[in-house]
């Protein structure tokens, strides 16, 4: 098992390193830098003097290579710059805004597992019935709804008219405010994942082993324990993970809705802002999360398919 | 003859498929007598399998039991609820299929899908049901039996997996064994001994064997009667000596003559394999009349137009043609 | 290549008709549409609630909500098949070439395609708007950029299991050169999973537009994109929900069609696929 996890290991630090350089080339292209946004807004100049000192400091007249160089030298030591805006490490920006940006993709993700998978389950298990077909329409409606325009009519229907919950904002960290974006971030996840558990689930079903399951006496609720769930939980397992990719991408639309302060938001000011130590510290660390995730979904597969573990 | 243990009268399987109905499989009826070794033969689609699932009650849609009658110990099961028929299922009537590899659980170890026939029949426990499971393997002689409890199908041969199929079909002491195809899948050497494993595990308890097989010399070999089933219905059954001595039909007959046997080289010179020329039909688009009558080398017009009726033959047998032999 | 008999059934009609209806209202728009967009715009018509005159109201700035939705769809239609026709041109040649050649070309292809895959593409996208502005033309290319993953991988397996079989290797024997090999054989072969990863990715497109232009990255406002309609809405929330609701209607509707379509062929070509009815 262990060699397996090192493979895995060893192909995300290139990747990430890729990922890296991708965006530091992107935004050494970036038109117009922070320096000189400072002096866009009209109502102040500054110094061209100045602009060239704040320019040196911040070694932007280094060559790109060099540059990219410093940039991953300093990334492993986990210093990731210092903002242009705020002159504080990029990583103390960051830092106040990961839990934040967790809760809310945890909180989608659970509402997403627990409502979607046992829909899809139950659609499986009931072919052709009521259950399987609302279930299964619900969910590609859920997958053809913009996420913040769910969170909108959310938020008008349960914030503003009825009053139940919180319109925005982060609050004192109760889960009131947790739900509205997290059930608008997790519907989408939600319907893909009731999708796919239906289909793995029909696809075990009809598999040979859970006809000789069935040919020993067994029962179908002992059939589906005993041997169709393990057996369907390898694809929901590579959808969660795979999901959480999609999932950071919305969230950086439904912090921005709901105004909730994470890190999602914060790259979305900083790229307005040209900010770009604090562009590129939320990219990394998004990338980053994404690709650990995908490694504990490799885990729990060796976990659960001995074919992997006792390989051949 | 003692009353028999399966007694399958008229069974008729209907396929629903766009929008019509097919008779997959229709006036069917043979008998297999306690521990009796019974054959039925016949080529990929002729609807052995499925009268087998049928026995089972595990037909799935689109295919669905429509008439006949099914009894098992002169008990009529064709219309028993679903409890009942798990009753029945791995207790009185075990099953092994063709692909060891797909048939058993990938992420379950083989000893506890062995056990759980124990678990679930005889209300054992897990730790008293996965002793009887590492005995059960000795007895289809898997070596080292307590290692290979805990093995997962994939670490197995394809021999193996059928023995431990085997193992799970007989734990309960069925009177019943239905095999469909259990060799086809394994290579040739392995084929014999899973043959021997099979008729000395039932012949030491009196399990009957129901065989399904495309081929007729392995289930000759091994049964005491065979039938002979072609596009859904049976066309031929005898003694198994006497089919292939006497095959009355003339599929039968070409069955056996399409046989290579050795020594007739040197008998009758270098000759061409004998064939049945033509394909097998569909289920959609069975023939009228006689279903064999566009590959039957004695067709004619009777043959065509009228299907024949059932002509009963010495010790038992019967055969399903205008102009058998 | 022979067209394999349709059978997607429900999905495929009702799918097939929700976009049809907006590719009808795309390209008739100055037909049904009653006003003028972007021009039409009267401040004493402000903020009027769905009625008689004005079917779905008006906006802050007294703007047909009717006739900017109407329009709005030649904007989304337009996003969702350019950025697609890109997508699948940059997948296709990647995977055909990766697969067919093999070598550091391949290893390199699947780099690059392990990397997009690890970046969530609305945030690509994002990085991509940033540089090049908000606007049309570089929504179709951020867009067009960040999906052809997908396409790129079907290709190269496909290409990969069929290198090996007979009629490659024939016409390989008989002198067809590589790039005739995988346009005329090869190809043909992989249009239909293709065909519908295309028109799936059509509604993430559209619904991508959306979110960046709601963000301010995509197209912005006087431009009718049902996207940058939400955005505005957002403030007159409470004032006039009317906005929010039309636009996010729109979009909805427009990409369940563009899902059931593509369910629908995907069921229509894959006899054994199991998101069919059961």
Not at chain 1, 73 to 80: M, R
Not at chain 1, 146 to 161: D, P, R, V
Not at chain 2, 108 to 117: H, N, T
Not at chain 3, 147 to 165: E, F, G, H, I, N
Request: with cysteine.
């Amino acid at each position: 098992m262990l060699p397996v996890l090192a493979r895995r290991l060893a192909n995300v630090i290139p990747t990430l390193v890729a990922v890296i350089a991708l965006v530091f080339l992107l935004f050494s292209v970036l038109p117009g830098s922070f320096i000189s946004g400072m002096g866009e807004d009209g109502r102040t100049t500054i110094d061209p003097q100045v602009m060239e000192r704040m320019r040196k400091e911040m070694g932007l007249d280094d060559p790109l290579p060099e540059r990219f160089a410093k940039y991953i030298a300093h990334t492993a030591t986990g210093d990731l710059g210092t903002s242009f805006r705020t002159h504080e490490p990029v990583t103390t920006l960051i830092g106040v805004r990961v839990w934040p940006s967790l809760k809310l993709v945890f909180g989608a993700m659970c509402f997403a597992i627990l409502v979607g998978v046992p829909l899809g389950f139950l659609a499986a298990l009931r072919p052709g019935s009521l259950i399987d077909t609302a279930s299964m329409v619900g969910a590609i409606s859920g997958l053809s709804l913009s996420q913040f325009w769910l969170g909108l009519m959310l938020m008008y229907l349960f914030a503003l008219q009825l009053k139940w919950l919180p319109s925005f904002g982060y609050g004192d960290g109760g889960i009131q405010h947790l739900i509205l974006p997290a059930v608008a971030l997790g519907v989408g996840p939600m319907a893909l994942l009731a999708r796919t558990t239906r289909a793995a689930v029909l696809d075990v079903l009809n598999a040979d082993f859970v006809r000789t399951a069935r040919s020993k006496g067994m029962s179908e609720p002992r059939v589906v324990k005993w041997h169709v769930m393990r057996n369907a939980l390898v694809l929901v397992i590579t959808t969660i993970g795979l999901q959480f990719g999609s999932l950071m991408g919305a969230a950086v639309v439904v912090e921005k809705l709901f105004a909730w302060p994470g890190v999602g938001s914060l790259l979305i000011d900083s790229v307005f802002q040209r900010d770009i130590p604090t562009v590129q510290g939320c990219i990394l660390l998004i990338v980053t999360f994404f690709l650990v995730i995908n490694t504990l979904v490799d885990i729990a597969y060796v976990a659960i398919d001995p074919r992997i573990r006792y390989g051949r | 003859m003692s009353a028999a243990l399966l007694k399958v009268e008229d069974m008729r399987i209907a396929l629903a498929g766009d929008g019509t109905t097919y008779n997959a499989v229709e006036n069917v009826s043979f008998e297999i007598g306690r521990g009796e070794a019974f054959g039925l033969v016949g080529e990929s689609g002729c609807g052995k399998s499925i009268s087998a699932l049928a026995v089972m009650g595990l037909l799935r849609q689109p295919l669905s039991l429509a008439g006949g009658r099914i009894l098992l110990d002169g008990q009529e099961i064709q219309h028993a609820s679903p409890a009942e028929m798990r009753r029945l299922r791995g207790k009185r009537i075990g099953m092994i299929f063709q692909e060891p590899m797909t048939a058993l659980n990938p992420l379950s170890p083989v000893g506890r899908q062995i056990a759980e026939m124990f678990v679930l029949h005889q209300g054992a426990g897990w730790s008293e049901a996965m002793d009887r499971a590492e005995e059960a393997l000795r007895q289809v002689r898997v070596p080292s039996p307590e290692r290979r409890i805990k093995d997962y199908p994939h670490q197995l041969s394809g021999g193996m997996r059928q023995r431990v199929m085997i193992a799970i079909a007989l734990a309960c002491g069925p009177d019943l064994l239905i095999a469909d195809e259990p060799t086809t899948a394994l290579d040739v050497t392995v084929q014999a001994e899973i043959i021997d494993l099979m008729r000395e595990l039932c012949a030491a308890n009196g399990t009957a064997i129901l065989m399904i097989s495309h081929d007729l010399g392995l289930v000759a070999n091994m049964c005491r009667r065979v039938a002979v089933m072609y596009a859904g219905r049976i066309v031929e059954a005898q003694q198994a000596d006497a089919i292939f001595a006497t095959p009355r039909h003339p599929y039968t007959q070409g069955l056996v003559n399409s046989l290579p046997r050795l020594g007739e080289r040197s008998k009758h010179g270098r000759q061409r394999l004998r064939e049945i020329s033509g394909v097998v039909p569909s289920i959609q688009s069975y023939p009228g009349g006689c279903r064999f009558n566009p590959r039957c080398p004695s067709v004619t017009d009777v043959c065509r137009s009228t299907s024949p009726d059932v002509t009963a033959l010495p010790a038992d047998g019967l055969v399903r043609c205008h102009h058998h032999g | 290549m022979k067209l394999p008999r349709l059978k997607g059934g429900t999905s495929l009609w009702i799918g097939g008709t929700l976009v049809g209806v907006a590719i009808l209202v795309a390209i008739a728009a100055p037909l049904i549409a009653h006003t003028d967009p972007v021009l039409d715009a009267n401040l004493m018509n402000a903020e009027i609630p769905p009625g008689e005159e004005f079917w779905f109201g008006t906006d802050a700035q007294g703007r047909d909500i009717y006739s900017r939705i109407v329009y709005g769809s030649r904007i989304s239609l337009t996003v969702g098949v350019v950025s697609q026709l890109l997508n699948s041109l940059i997948g296709i040649s990647l995977g055909l070439t990766a697969g067919y050649w093999g070598g550091w070309w391949d290893d390199f292809v699947s780099g690059l395609t392990n990397m997009m895959l690890a970046i969530p593409s609305l945030i690509f996208a994002l990085a991509i708007m940033a540089i090049l502005g908000p606007g049309l033309p570089s929504l179709v290319i951020a867009l067009g950029l960040t999906a052809w993953s997908y396409s790129c991988r079907l290709t190269r397996a496909q290409v990969l299991s069929l290198k090996s079989q007979g009629y490659i290797q024939a016409a390989r024997i008989l002198g067809y050169g590589d790039l005739r090999i995988m346009f005329t054989q090869i190809l043909p072969n992989i249009l239909g999973p293709l065909i519908v990863i295309a028109t799936l990715g059509m509604g993430t497109a559209i619904l991508a537009e959306a979110a960046l232009s709601f963000l301010g990255l995509g197209i912005r406002p006087p431009f009718p994109s049902w996207g940058s309609m939400l955005s505005e809405a957002r403030d007159q929330i409470t004032t006039a929900p009317w906005l929010s609701v039309f636009p996010g209607l729109a979009i909805f509707l427009t990409v369940l069609g563009l899902n059931l379509l593509g369910d629908g062929l995907r069921d229509g070509l894959d006899p054994q696929s199991t998101t069919r009815r059961a």
